[in-house]
């Protein structure tokens, strides 16, 4: 069975800056996937970002990026030059070969102006 | 059509009554999957369908959630004898095979009183 934990239920920033949002998974399968989402409050899931797990290289999406460390089994996002328009729900995810994905429970994130 | 969309977006209906939710995926995607979301939580799988074969029904609840899925169109999922703890948005996405990315709609939102 898979796990995707995510430990920080709600974050802010200031417009302009960098914030990092945490998530931890477990997965016995050796190929897997690993996902970003986004939830704006119009309920529409929105994928931020993903990463195969063969890849050694972290995912970059103009400002989002992220920190995979396969041992650690670590995934963080890091959203540069933060927005308005960033204020949601991100949800990290994983998705193995059973094809269902994975959610972790979310971090509310809130760009103050 | 452009996307994935779901109908009703919004649904009340009152404990013991059956409710029908309807899911139209992106043309050509052979997977579709049914995820539950209650409030301020992550997804939860409920079901998934890959073309032709068996759907992975083991996210479903209890015996009185149902889905079909005719060829690779339209999706029904039906919940029998509602109770208040059904009450959650439901979404639907699909991909194009498994293991691809998956495309989501704006979800149903489920009241049960």
């Known amino acids: 069975a898979q796990t995707v934990t995510q430990s920080q239920p709600e974050m802010s920033v200031q417009e302009a800056e960098t914030v990092t949002l945490s998530c931890t998974y477990d997965?016995?399968?050796?190929?897997?996937?690993l996902f970003w989402y986004k939830q704006p409050p119009s309920r529409q899931m929105i994928l931020v970002i993903r990463?195969?797990?063969?890849?050694?290289q972290n995912a970059t999406e103009n400002r989002f990026s992220v920190n995979f460390q396969k041992a650690a089994k670590s995934f963080s996002l890091k959203i540069s030059d933060s927005q308005l328009g960033d204020t949601a729900m991100y949800f990290c995810?994983?998705?193995?070969?059973?094809?269902?994905?994975?959610f972790g429970e979310g971090t509310q994130l809130t760009v103050n102006p | 059509g452009a996307g994935v969309s779901q109908s009703p977006s919004n649904k009340v209906t009152e404990k013991g009554k059956d409710v029908e939710l309807r899911c139209d995926p992106i043309s050509g995607h052979t997977a579709l999957y049914w995820y539950r979301q209650r409030l301020g939580q992550g997804l939860e799988f409920l079901i998934y369908?890959?073309?032709?074969?068996?759907?992975?029904k083991s996210g479903l609840p209890s015996d009185r959630f149902s889905a079909e899925r005719t060829g690779e169109s339209v999706s029904t999922l039906t919940i029998q004898r509602t109770q208040q703890e059904d009450s959650a948005v439901y979404l639907c996405?699909?991909?194009?095979?498994?293991?691809?990315?998956?495309?989501f709609g704006p979800g149903t939102r489920l009241t049960v009183l």
């Open positions: 995810a994983s998705l193995s070969s059973g094809s269902r994905l994975t």
């Open positions: 369908f890959q073309g032709n074969s068996a759907p992975d």
């Open positions: 996405a699909s991909s194009l095979w498994r293991d691809n990315e998956q495309f």
């Open positions: 997965t016995s399968e050796s190929n897997y996937y």
């Open positions: 990463q195969e797990a063969y890849k050694q």
